[in-house]
């Protein structure tokens, strides 16, 4: 069975800053990989996905994530984070077999400070 | 375009009771799937429908149940409501079945479970 792993709970930074959010995968077969943003009472919005091809993917808001096959892994980056990315980030897998159900980590709280 | 929206925003029900929680697409999609979030976690896929049929499903007891009605919104119902079934119920439309359609999410039902 796939599962996801977010490797932080919480992590704190500072405004401008740059900041690493970690995701791993395990799954046997090809998969699929997103990065969703919820705000405070909010339901989920798409930061980026990877699908296939470049394995560097940009998405909203100045963020872009690596997919790396051989670690299972795709960390979200942002260069220089502001008070407005303050919010909750599930990483989410689904395979060719899921009929593009989503498996999600536990969700990274990232906390902006001025 | 209209996104998806979810009624009601807030509820709150007693332990045995039923409940109903009711999505409406995004406009042209015609696949929806329904996740539980709990506090804390990441949602938890609990089925999706695709033309009205169910057309997959995580692991839910059958007291989780679902409609998918000709203009694609759908309900979400639960039967003999136990206090573990408070979260936050999400519903994700998405255009066709399996990858790699993108899910679009409502703002999710709160339920509460006395």
Known sequence: AQSVTQLDSQVPVFEEAPVEL????????????????????????????????????????????????????????KPSVHISDTAEYFCAVSDLG????????????LSVKP | ETGVTQSPTHLIKTRGQQVTLRCSSQS????????????????????????EEENGRGNFPPRFSGLQFPNYSSELNVNALELDDSALYLCASSLGQGQPYEQYFGPGT?????
């Open chain 2, 110 to 114: 709160r339920l509460t479970v006395t």
């Open chain 2, 28 to 51: 042209g999609h015609n696949t929806v799937s329904w996740y539980q979030q709990a506090l804390g976690q990441g949602p938890q896929f609990i089925f999706q429908y695709y033309r």
């Open chain 1, 98 to 109: 899921s009929q593009g159900n989503l498996i999600f980590g536990k969700g990274t709280k």
């Open chain 1, 22 to 77: 970690r995701c791993n995968y395990s799954s046997s077969v090809s998969v699929y990989l997103f990065w969703y943003v919820q705000y405070p009472n909010q339901g989920l919005q798409l930061l980026l996905k990877y699908l296939s091809g470049s394995t560097l993917v940009k998405g909203i808001n100045g963020f872009e994530a690596e997919f790396n096959k051989s670690q299972t892994s795709f960390h979200l980056r």
